[in-house]
Nanobody, 116 residues
Framework: QVQLVESGGGLVQPGGSLKLTCTAS????????MSWYRQAPGKERELVGS????????HYGDGMKGRFTLSRDNAENAVYLHMDNLEPVDTAVYYC?????????WGQGTQVTVSS
């Protein structure tokens, strides 16, 4: 079955960097666009960005371009989210996502906390 497993979250100071990893299984990874979303406490889930199946096209959500970078390694069935210059407002649970035949799949999420 489809599985998405996020890792790499944690506590980071303002201005710091963090790299999240999502490892996928149960489907042909190189066929699918992959996305990162985040959900802060009391807020709706929002798109961080999406990367096309071969990585040639990347779309960032509103306000995400610049400090967030998506990449993927199809040989490793992995998609990455590199985050720079983190701010307290970036504190959220970050989720990996893909859609297959009209169904959305989500990982369990990884917590990122930006605080001094």
């Amino acid at each position: 079955q489809v599985q998405l497993v996020e890792s790499g979250g944690g506590l980071v100071q303002p201005g710091g960097s963090l790299k999240l990893t999502c490892t996928a299984s149960g489907f042909i990874f190189s066929d699918r666009t992959m996305s990162w979303y985040r959900q802060a406490p009391g807020k709706e889930r929002e798109l961080v960005g999406s990367i096309s199946n071969l990585g040639r096209s990347i779309h960032y959500g509103d306000g995400m371009k610049g400090r967030f970078t998506l990449s993927r390694d199809n040989a490793e069935n992995a998609v990455y989210l590199h985050m720079d210059n983190l701010e307290p407002v970036d504190t959220a649970v970050y989720y990996c996502n893909t859609g297959i035949l009209g169904q959305q799949y989500w990982g369990q999420g990884t917590q990122v906390t930006v605080s001094s």
